[in-house]
């Protein structure tokens, strides 16, 4: 049998305590432990002298204790004074401590220490190390390789998880046996052994470039990183392979909802929206389900696109659902489709989490019936919503959704052997290498072109202690008859501080600009009164709004043309951009201004500057992945779904041209490698690609 695929309990000393920690971290089998990779690496190879630490280090010490000193302050801590009799002295500080470690740490008891090295109030000191007591002449042993950390769970010390590694280890079978890849695939792209670069990277000797591996950069890591990349690549890429392999119903009949809708509109569409309409329209036409991503800049113009493929579908006698992730962003999807379709004589029905009792009753019921168009947040992919005739899924700000929602209200639609097509619309610009990653389930369009007559928002930063300043511009702007947001940021994730944060800027704002209309719209406030509020604003009822970021996706009026994000230090550049989104929408010249609190730390300084040199989303997008990483910009963090062991795809988007053709020639003529390679780094997670 394949050593790989024995389970566990298989290894020696292995019980059902340790199986039971193990199987939270997700290991069942041998090759789960092969493929457990270390987060980073501690240096114990040697030991430093307490006169040559370097702050910042994480570095290993061993000293005597010379003074030990308890003290009550905010909490209980433990201070203790290490010497080597070199005359400097490191403090140990520790918060949380037992009594037996307490009378452990005598003066005159020896320690080995392992932490990082800060500078306290009374010099150099550490928080919390490791430590161990050693006896007086013992002769301390530094380790002989570096040591890997790795992620494990509570009850389960690295050391152990180690050790239970070294003995899955012990078991590799040889080479050419452990390799998926076909070799001369191998060859071709230069990738070395595999089995190599795992025990490099397990168990990395003490010569090793510590910055290298700690940076991901070392070839072991990389030639890891690859197979990570494909296997998520696969994965992707057969999950799509096998929707795309089912029926779907084919939609559009003679284009005369839409040639009514165009007629309707006060623009002409730009040749990039019609351009993407029409490779959605070739999509739906199919038999097949379409997968498609439409990305476009804020204000490209997408949900005129959204709406066309909607028509589509209702000619064909079929159902749309429109999802969107946040109750204030539906509602504007419901207010612009009841503007466009009832003219023609459509409905559009809508349903969030907020609709119960009897209208909800009403408005499932209807559904059920075949209403052509349901609005509403990801209520719509709860238990109890049944469609008669579902053909289209649309889904805005996509990388909200997990790719497991997006396959949850694909099976809304299942209806004997049809399943609906995917219209997924996003407006944060990916780069192109990190969307071929993401998104290798879908094929992807770009509204790469802004309407007409549109001038660039003017973006500057200023400091909050000119906050006065600030306001007597917005009064002159009020007074020339120009509408302005007020943006109140807070960090907390609480709605009900957000808010309040919000209701004191309201009030300043009120008393500042009397004689002026100043709103107030966030999160706590029910739907009908958020809608009020824009309404008054829209109709320039309102001169100023103070909002929270509710408004950062999809508010549209036209005639605000200032806008003020305070706090804007905290918020990354994905979000700015889509904020000062809401302004520039006019023909009529904009401008931004970042309120920041001093002062600026170097990341914030960075971000500040990108948003004042630059309105192009692309490379606002570059710059953040560079910045954060690609969790954050696809903002996918919590679901988990981008999160690799070993990959990083701000750092090896190199890889990826030759990722996508070793993927490509796997698909093509290695189905069983292809499967066990998924199988090995997505294990359990990419079974719901068979759902
Ligand atoms: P987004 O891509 O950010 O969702 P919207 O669809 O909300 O953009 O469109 C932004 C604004 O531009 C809306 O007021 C919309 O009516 C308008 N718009 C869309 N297409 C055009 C066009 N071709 N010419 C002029 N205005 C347009
Ligand atoms: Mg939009």
Not at 78 to 96: I, M, N, W
Not at 152 to 179: C, D, M, W, Y
Not at 295 to 319: F, I, M, N
Not at 655 to 661: D, G
Request: proline share 5%; glycine share 10%.
């Amino acid at each position: 049998m394949d050593a790989g695929n024995a389970p566990l309990g298989a290894l020696p000393g292995v019980g059902p305590a340790l199986l039971a920690l193990l199987a939270r971290l997700g290991l069942e089998r041998v090759q789960d432990l092969w493929f457990h990779l270390p987060l980073r690496y501690e240096d114990k190879t040697r030991v430093t002298p307490l006169a040559e630490l370097r702050v910042g280090e994480r570095e290993q010490v061993v000293g005597i204790v010379e003074e030990v000193e308890r003290g009550f302050r905010h909490r209980p801590q433990l201070k203790v004074a290490l010497g080597d009799g070199s005359g400097q002295t490191l403090r140990l500080r520790f918060f949380h401590f037992n009594r037996a470690q307490a009378e452990q740490l005598r003066p005159g008891t020896r320690l080995l220490c392992f932490g990082e090295v800060r500078h306290g109030a009374q010099g150099l000191e550490m928080v919390h190390p490791s430590y161990q007591r050693v006896g007086a002449d013992e002769a301390v042993a530094a380790d002989e390789s570096l040591s890997p950390v790795y992620p494990t769970t509570e009850g389960l010390g690295s050391k152990r998880l180690a050790g239970v590694i070294g003995k899955a280890l012990a078991l590799l079978p040889a080479a050419e046996q452990l390799e998926l890849i076909p070799l001369q695939l191998c060859v071709e792209h230069g990738l070395t052994s595999l089995r190599d670069a795992l025990l490099y990277v397990h168990r990395p000797p003490p010569q090793a470039n510590l910055e290298q591996l700690m940076r991901g950069l070392h070839p072991a890591q990389q030639r890891l990183a690859f197979e990570e990349l494909l296997s998520r690549h696969l994965s992707l890429k057969r999950m799509r392979a096998a929707v795309r392999h089912r029926r779907a119903p084919v939609l559009g009949g003679d284009g005369r909802l839409q040639r009514q809708l165009l007629a309707g509109l006060p623009f002409r569409l730009t040749a990039a929206q019609q351009r993407v309409g029409g490779e959605v329209a070739r999509d739906l036409a199919q038999p097949h389900p379409m997968l498609r991503l439409v990305q476009g800049d804020v204000g490209s113009g997408k949900t005129v696109v959204a709406a066309l493929a909607a028509l589509a579908a209702v000619e064909s006698r079929h159902q749309v659902a429109l999802m969107a992730p946040t109750e204030l962003l539906a509602e504007q999807h419901l207010h612009n489709f009841r503007r466009w379709l009832q003219p023609l004589g459509i409905e559009v029905d809508w349903l969030a989490g907020k609709v119960a009792g009897k209208a909800r009753q009403a408005t499932l019921e209807r559904v059920a019936a075949g209403a052509p168009v349901l609005i509403g947040t990801h209520a719509l992919m709860q238990e109890g919503v049944t469609f008669a005739r579902l053909g289209l899924v649309i889904v805005d700000e996509q990388h909200r959704f997990g790719v497991q929602q997006r396959l949850s209200l694909r099976d809304k639609g299942r209806d004997g052997e049809l399943v609906p097509h995917q219209l997924v619309l996003t407006a944060t610009p990916i780069p192109r290498t990190l969307a071929m990653s993401a998104y290798a389930d879908l094929d992807v369009s770009s509204i790469d072109e802004l309407p007409p007559g549109r001038t660039p928002v003017q973006t500057i930063a200023i400091s909050n202690a000119r906050r006065v300043e600030v306001i007597e511009r917005i009064h002159a702007a009020c007074a020339e008859g120009r509408q302005v947001y007020w943006v109140c940021t807070l960090i907390e994730e609480s709605e009900p501080l957000r808010a309040q944060a919000a209701e004191v800027a309201h009030a300043e704002l009120s008393a500042a600009l009397a004689g002026f209309g100043v709103g107030l719209i966030h999160g706590r406030m029910r739907p009908k009164e958020k809608q009020a509020v824009m309404d008054a604003f829209k109709a320039g009822q309102l001169a100023v709004l103070v909002a929270t970021t509710v408004i950062e996706v999809g508010v549209d009026v036209p005639n605000a043309s200032l806008m003020v994000i305070e706090n804007s230090e905290r918020l990354g550049l994905a979000q700015l951009h889509q904020l000062r989104g809401r302004v520039g929408r006019g023909a009529q010249a904009s401008n931004c201004v970042l309120l920041y609190q001093p002062p600026l730390g170097q990341l914030a300084r960075e971000r500040l500057q990108v948003m004042r040199e630059t309105t192009d989303g692309f490379r606002i997008a570059e710059k953040d992945l560079q910045l954060r990483g690609p969790g954050e910009v696809l903002g996918t963090r919590q679901t988990g779904q981008l999160s690799f062991r070993i990959a990083d795809l701000a750092r090896d988007a190199h890889l990826l041209p030759a990722v996508q053709k070793v993927g490509a020639c796997m698909l093509d003529g290695h189905q069983a490698q292809t499967e066990r390679l998924i199988e090995r780094w997505i294990g359990g997670s990419a079974r719901y690609a068979h759902a």
